[in-house]
Structure formats: C-alpha cells, structure tokens
C-alpha cells in the first residue's frame, strides 16, 4: 500500500476537478481541516484551510460543505466565520440551511439512556470521555491507556451499541452510538441532489468518511488524509497538505471559472 503523501495523480485531479462544470466539494473537519488533538474542544482548522475553502465557496458553479461528527453548534464555533459554506453535523443529521431536525419522543429517550449507560462504563477510566450530541452519543478513548480503551470499547459494542434503534459508528478512538439516521454518505447524497454537480470531491481521514467516498463515482475524486484502507482514489499527508490542495484548487477554478468581478 502507498504511503500517505501527495500521490502522482494529486496534480492532475485537481486539474481535472478545478475545470469541471458545477463543483460540490465535501470536507470533514477533524484530521482533515483540524489536526488531531487530545481534547475534542482544543481543535483548531490549520491557518488558511477555511481560507481556501472560502476562496472556493465564492467562485462560481462551486458549492462547499464542511461535513463533521460534530454537533452544528460545536462545528460553528470551532471552525468560525464560513460565508458561502454550508455547515453539516452529527454526520449528515444536522444542515446549517436547515431544516430543523428534532428526534422523536422514542428517540430522545434512547438517546437518555444510552448516555447514562455509556457514563457508567468509562466511570473511573482516567481519560475516557463521553459527548452527547443532538441525535447521538460519542465515547472518546484517545487520552486513555490502550488496556483501558479496549476495555471501554469492548463494554460498549456489548451494551448500549447492542440496543434497538442505535446505529454504531466507529472513529479513531472513538465510537458512536447514534438514534438518528445519518452517515457522511446520506450527507453526500442529499448534497449531490440539491446541487446537481458535473463532479463531487471528498477529503476526510477517519473511517466514517468512508461512507462518503462510497458515494463518489465516474468523474468524482477522493482524497484520504492519512495512513489506512480506503475507497478514495487519492491520499495525502496531513491537513496542511489538505490545506495546499484546495488551495491549488481554489486558484486553478479561479482560471476556469472567473468570477466576473472588476
């Protein structure tokens, strides 16, 4: 397998992605735009990524999404000022252009109890963590030893995963329990639908960006950030390498697709 890096064939996607007719570009936020941190509320985008997906937000026949697992409210904060961006949380669940999305009263009660129970497992693991979000439930393990981090893991799939109505979703050391059904590929899917792009390009580095690379086809391009299996036909480095690339991009569409402004 290749090592992550800047592929042969990076130069010429963005060639072929910066003249094509109507552009949807898709890019997760943590590991991709924001290198990876301990605390979930210390990420920061690298400086100039959401510059460069401003850049291309404002050319014309080019739509952007910043597409996370994060809540609306907490991708907002952390990701700051984005004109023309259209923000998207809890993978797919919540859209920053609405509409608004509100769980069932069966739903909301799932959702109670699968963070009680996921609080009583990483109850007295140092460094275990437990986010609530508005249609799921995140426990994080990166800042707990590996014994640990297996341990709540494996307590997890075991308990609360195994319930009724919950969909799982598995991140870098972080599992997610979820009542409302939504993935990065249903976002995807309802982006190309709004859009009706000649062509759709995804950067994400996690496992869950692989159900949005899934829905990426003919002319469309991913770019995974990072080491590990992939269906993306690209693979990059780092979220400054994320950062580079659109930035490429943002110039080379510029040419193919002038604003018309003095």
Not at 2 to 16: C, L, N, Y
Not at 112 to 123: A, N, T
Not at 129 to 158: I, N, T, Y
Not at 203 to 213: H, K, L, P, Q
Request: glycine residues 10%; hydrophobic residues 40%.
């Amino acid at each position: 397998m290749a090592q992550p890096g800047k592929s042969v064939g990076t130069a010429a996607a963005v060639e072929r992605l910066a003249s094509a007719g109507r552009l949807l570009i898709g890019c997760d936020f943590d590991g991709t735009l924001a290198p990876i941190v301990d605390r979930p509320q210390d990420a920061r985008p690298i400086s100039g990524g959401m510059e460069a997906l401003a850049a291309l937000a404002a050319l014309p026949e080019t739509e952007v999404a910043l597409i996370s697992g994060r809540s609306l409210h907490d991708l907002a904060v952390l990701a700051g000022p984005a004109p023309g961006i259209t923000l998207i949380g809890g993978h797919g669940w919540e859209w920053s252009d609405g509409p608004d999305t509100a769980l069932t009263e069966e739903q909301a009660h799932l959702l109670g109890q699968l963070v009680e129970r996921s609080e009583q497992i990483i109850r007295d693991v140092p460094g275990a963590l437990v986010e609530r979000k508005p249609g799921s439930v995140a426990v994080h393990v990166r800042r707990s030893s590996r014994d640990d981090a297996a341990r709540v893991l494996q307590q997890v799939a075991g308990g609360p995963a195994a319930e009724a109505g919950v969909s799982v979703i598995n991140g870098k050391e972080v599992v997610e329990l979820c009542v409302a059904d939504a993935t990065k590929g249903t976002a995807i899917r309802e982006l190309r639908r709004r859009v009706d792009p000649s062509a759709v390009t995804y950067f994400g580095d996690d496992t869950t960006d692989e159900d949005a690379f899934a829905e990426l086809a003919g002319t469309d391009t991913g770019f995974k950030v990072g080491e590990g299996p992939t269906r993306a036909a690209e693979r990059l480095a780092s979220p400054s390498d994320v950062r580079d690339v659109l930035a490429s991009l943002a110039t080379l569409r510029a040419q193919h697709h002038p604003s018309g402004h003095p």
